[in-house]
């Protein structure tokens, strides 16, 4: 494995242990379509969200 994806897999991993977005501090859920995908619980647009009341986040992160 290339050294920038060990780096950035394990700045993942931190963030996963931490278990809030580094972007927006709400919760982190797992994406089940693929293993090792986590994403912010507020990625995606209404009705994905956990709150559609509050803005939508981006941040997803990929580990093996």
Do not use: F, H
């Not at 693929?34 to 990929?62: I, V």
């Amino acid at each position: 494995m290339p050294v920038e994806r060990k780096a950035r897999e394990a700045e993942t991993r931190k963030i996963i242990d931490g278990g809030k977005c580094p972007k927006c501090g709400a919760d982190l859920r797992r994406n089940g379509s693929m293993a090792g995908w986590w994403q912010c619980e507020q990625y995606g647009s209404d009705g994905w969200r956990q709150d559609s009341a509050k803005p939508e986040c981006n941040w997803q992160g990929l580990t093996s």
